[in-house]
């Protein structure tokens, strides 16, 4: 290695070159590039596309494919780089329409292409959509639970007749409970129904908010509880509020109803919730 | 998306919304109604002593005059619990590591497809 740019200038080519890296991130032969994803949303498909000097001073660019799963959980693709410095490097969204908050990407250097690779350095991480790619250098290392999240409206499962609602926050997301409504059809068995609801970590409760009205035989009524609302006396009992407790919810925490003097044969409809989700790994 | 029915609890659902979101359906706890079922059949979902306290409060006798939101003590003393339903479905995903192809934390009865 020279000493000087003065000394380089007197030897080879490459030997400028070394003393003037175009980059900080210089990849070794057995180097590549790991995409790694968490996402939510359907039909995505991911470009990972970069810029690379070689030693021999040739500037070439590359693009290769990354497919995400589409249930939060892990996906990685090595991509394929060589000896040369990174000059940077982007991921765009090629197929779908993920928004921020659904599709959480960490690119990283790792040493071999398969197997146990080891990782070695981070270089970008945070969420892509179809208008806001990530980039090296620039975009940094953004933590998945940071900012806004996505705001989703999720159509819960319809209980049988006599069964109680139910929402679990799914396996890698964190939620917060914008607003939750469902129909409960009271039978005709004489019974004073009173609709609680609950949020409990899996096990232990960390809320139960009442709706304080009680629903007699023989009445449909819409429950709606969400963020803002006050409980207030109906004047007609065919809708009734209830506020929801702004909490952050963690993956395996629940969402349900506890109905005092529920009837076999009452039946409660689909829920529907509205929620603001992270990505958690 | 396809539209499948719980075989453990019977709830029915769409293993994909509209905008394409998977959905993982979780079989719920059991209802006061289904509580009370279970203990008319005799099946094993409270402790002796739990189910002493629910005898003390059905024997408690129903005012004279009724108030209108009145509910049974037993029925309140039932609401307390979130007792797991046997063989529950749980559609989440069990915690993963690596790459491991990811898998259902329980299958409980399975499914019925109701709708391809």
Known sequence: MPDTIEQALLGDVDAVKMLLTPSSVFMRVDDNLRVTTFNSAAGVRLEARWRAVLPNGAIIPSGDVHTPNTDRSLKSTI?????????????VVAAGTPRIGQCFVVVEIVRGSS?????????????????????????????????PGVILSVTGTNPAAGAELSQTVPTGARWRLRGISAVLVASAAVASREVTL??????????????????????????TFALGVQRIAPSATLALFGPAPDYLLEAGYRIRTITTALQGTDDWGAPQLSVEEWITG | MATMRCNTCGGVYDDVLPDGLLYFHA??????????????????????????ELQRLDAIAVPVVTPENYVA????????????RPNARDENLAALKGDEKPTIKAAGAGVTVLTP
Request: hydrophobic share 45%; aromatic share 6%; glycine share 10%.
């Open chain 1, 198 to 223: 609950v949020i409990d970590d899996g096990t232990l409760v960390l809320a139960q908010i009442a709706v304080g009205s009680a629903q007699v035989a023989s009445q449909t009524v819409q429950y």
């Open chain 1, 79 to 91: 991509v394929l780089t060589p000896e040369g410095w990174l000059l940077g490097l982007e991921i």
């Open chain 2, 27 to 52: 079989c719920p706890p059991l209802s006061v109604a289904e509580l009370r079922a279970a203990i008319a059949a005799k099946r094993a979902v409270l402790t002796p002593a739990q189910l002493a």
């Open chain 2, 73 to 84: 003590p037993g029925d309140v003393y039932l609401a307390r619990f979130a007792v797991a």
């Open chain 1, 115 to 147: 197997g146990a690779v080891t990782p070695l350095q981070t270089l970008v991480s945070g969420y892509v959509s179809t208008l806001q790619p990530l980039g090296f250098p620039g975009t940094g290392l953004r933590p998945s639970n940071e900012g």
